[in-house]
């Protein structure tokens, strides 16, 4: 329930962007988006609360033997691969529907029904989650989004399909985002979370960095934004595949059981 305000927060955020530069220009824009972020992000570091206690294994630089996992490797790679496509939609979807004719209000709508979509993905994710198997849904929700991406570009016929398609876009990628610190959990522990999804993000660092970038410059060179949308959705459909060779039985759960017997 807790990763329902991202999904939240970039439907609203949306809607100021739009007004924002239609009244003060990008620039300013830029500037107050940036102290709203500062002050909400102070707002929510005063109101954490450790819930669980310390876990200080491997010391200084926490759980490090972590890296030799090979589930934690697969995970890795395949967070990374559907980052590189994860946040096309968020930057490209307007210049891309300027491109073909659409005006910008239907692109910083659509990115706001991709937050809508992410809200309730998320809630319905977690619900399903506790009745059908974790990995399973990880799995599947990726997969979606990584097809979605792929067929973007040949059904943006009007306004309806393109809200209806941003909304289907949200829902699953916030389905998968929402996932993945229960997945970690289930095949880590909740204790070791912190510090292990702490060396998950610096892998998928660089592609947060250059995935959007890589897809603006697949345009700029194909003259169309259709092969980068495809080129994401590819990249998401790679991290599906590499899912898929979890070892499902090495879970946090089995090891105890072990232990115990």
């Keep these: ?3 329902i305000g991202t999904g939240l927060g970039n439907f609203v955020l949306s809607l100021i962007t739009q007004d924002l530069i239609n009244s003060i220009g990008w620039r300013w824009t830029l500037r107050y988006i940036t102290l709203i972020g500062t002050f909400f992000l102070l707002i929510a570091m ?17 759980d490090s033997k972590i890296i030799k996992n ?49 809200v309730v993905g998320r809630l319905v994710t977690s619900f399903v989650i506790d009745k059908f198997d974790t990995i399973k849904v990880y799995r599947i929700t990726l997969l979606c ?18 809200y ?34 702490g060396y998950k993000n610096i892998v998928i660092i660089p592609a947060a960095l250059f995935g959007t970038p890589l897809a603006g410059f697949i ?8 092969i980068s949308f495809v080129t ?19 879970t946090d759960e089995n090891r105890d059981n072990v232990v115990d017997v």
């Design 232 to 250: 994401a959705g590819t990249f998401m459909l790679i991290g599906y595949v590499v899912l898929l060779f979890l070892d499902t039985n090495d």
């Design 1 to 3: 329930l807790s990763i």
């Design 219 to 226: 345009r700029d060179y194909s003259g169309s934004y259709n």
């Design 145 to 162: 989004s990584g097809l979605i991406l792929i067929i973007w570009p040949f059904i943006m016929y009007s306004k309806l399909v393109i």
């Design 164 to 197: 209806l398609i941003s909304f289907m876009y949200g829902f699953t990628s916030g389905g998968f985002v929402a996932n993945i610190p229960v997945v970690m959990a289930k095949f880590f522990g909740v204790k070791r979370i912190a510090g292990i999804s």
């Design 70 to 118: 090979y589930n934690f490797r697969l995970i890795c790679a395949a967070d990374f691969c559907s980052v590189m496509g994860f946040f096309v939609p968020f930057v490209h979807l307007i210049p891309w529907l300027n491109d073909i004719g659409f005006q910008a209000y239907i692109g910083y709508k659509s990115i706001g029904i991709i937050g809508i979509g992410g």
């Design 46 to 62: 005063f109101c954490l609360k450790r819930r669980l206690p310390t876990d200080i294994t491997g010391g200084i630089f926490g």
